[in-house]
């Protein structure tokens, strides 16, 4: 199975990706997680693939020589497509077109495409935007997107009112679009965990850690 991860910027895709991947492994699954956030992205999954590795995750990224390069690359390794499952991480509209690049490589494979929403996040704010958005990157990628998901959060200020709050606006794009909304995120740290419509996938900030805040757990 191939899981492709999209969403617009700053919607937690990556965040996600990781949590799905590790998920995946720990029901002893064969997992690559590939690195399609391939421009000028705030963190990148190139950027825990020692970590990751060691917890037995294979990373799909660009050669280390051009691990801090900010241009559109796209990984040459493809050894990803005969792995059990592959979770791949796109970032934007940039990623969405890589996802394009690569779709005839995809062909015959099951694949699973999920439109990340953070709408907290500008431009994200109102059902009409989200699907605007989710209509562009589905062009772009040449894909249909099989499900949502339902990441809205504030960061540390997450509550879970805000998370209903967003669970609220995901619904209603859901239901304009027919599109299954598939699960709402929330971070483990949550402690008052919502009564929410959609089953809960708590997940570890990954990307908080990397900035020095706290460590990552196995």
Do not use: Q
């Not at 709408?119 to 099989?146: G, H, Q, V, W």
């Not at 008052?192 to 757990?217: N, S």
């Amino acid at each position: 199975m191939i899981r492709i991860l999209m969403g617009s910027y700053g919607s937690g895709k990556t965040e996600i990706s990781i949590n799905l991947a590790l998920k995946l492994k720990s029901s002893g699954k064969d997992v690559s997680l590939v690195d399609l956030d391939v421009v000028t992205p705030y963190f990148r999954l190139r950027d825990l693939k020692k970590e990751l590795e060691e917890i037995g995750i294979h990373v799909v990224t660009v050669e280390d020589n051009l691990r801090y390069s900010d241009l559109p690359i796209i990984p040459k390794n493809t050894d990803w497509l005969s792995s059990e499952e592959a979770v791949i991480d796109t970032g934007g509209e940039s990623g969405a077109k890589a996802v394009g690049a690569l779709r005839h490589l995809m062909n015959g494979k099951e694949t699973h495409t999920y439109f990340v929403v953070n709408a907290f996040r500008p431009f994200c704010e109102r059902p009409e935007d989200i699907i605007e958005n989710l209509e562009k990157i589905s062009t772009l990628s040449r894909m249909k997107i099989d499900f949502l998901i339902n990441n809205s959060n504030l960061g540390d200020m997450t509550t879970s009112e805000a998370v209903l709050e967003g669970e609220r606006i995901v619904s209603e794009v859901s239901r304009k679009t027919g599109i299954k909304v598939l699960f709402t995120v929330v971070p483990e740290e949550l402690i008052d965990l919502p009564e929410t419509e959609y089953p809960l996938f708590i997940i570890r900030r990954f990307m908080k850690r990397k900035l020095g805040i706290g460590g990552m757990r196995t």
